[in-house]
């Protein structure tokens, strides 16, 4: 394995924080937004919302965190394998890359949860 291949993993995981921060900011905005709309006929609706926002607030941070960590990973394996050591390199890029993967699992459950707050807004259009 050569240097340059963890090297490739750079632009996607960029990419892919990014998008991640995305979703993170944007759940705060509907936290926020969420918060300024509580009224006594929605309570039970708005209860509903906060525990899956709370859900996907938290899958969004380990989505994050593994994000991150493959990252570093993918740094320290090009750096042993720039001094030779490519066993060692190749077993931490490895490591990268199930991190990475486990990031994307949380990424495509997250979105099932998304899903399931879709619908639930969608449930004042039924009642209509």
Do not use: H
């Not at 994050?64 to 394996?77: D, K, N």
């Not at 890029?93 to 998304?114: D, H």
């Amino acid at each position: 394995m050569e240097i340059s291949t963890p090297a490739l993993l750079f632009p996607a995981i960029s990419l892919l924080l990014l998008a991640y921060s995305n979703r993170f900011m944007n759940l705060s905005a509907l936290i926020r937004d969420l918060n300024k709309n509580v009224t006594t006929n929605n309570k039970n609706k708005i209860k509903r919302q906060i525990m899956n926002l709370k859900k996907r607030v938290k899958l969004v941070i380990a989505m994050q965190i593994l994000g991150v960590l493959s990252i570093t990973l993918c740094v320290i394996a090009m750096f042993f394998l720039f001094i030779d050591m490519l066993l060692v390199g190749k077993i931490i890029f490895c490591i990268s890359l199930v991190l990475m993967l486990l990031s994307l699992v949380i990424s495509l459950y997250e979105l099932k949860i998304s899903e399931q707050a879709l619908c639930i807004e969608l449930e004042d259009f039924e009642s209509k």
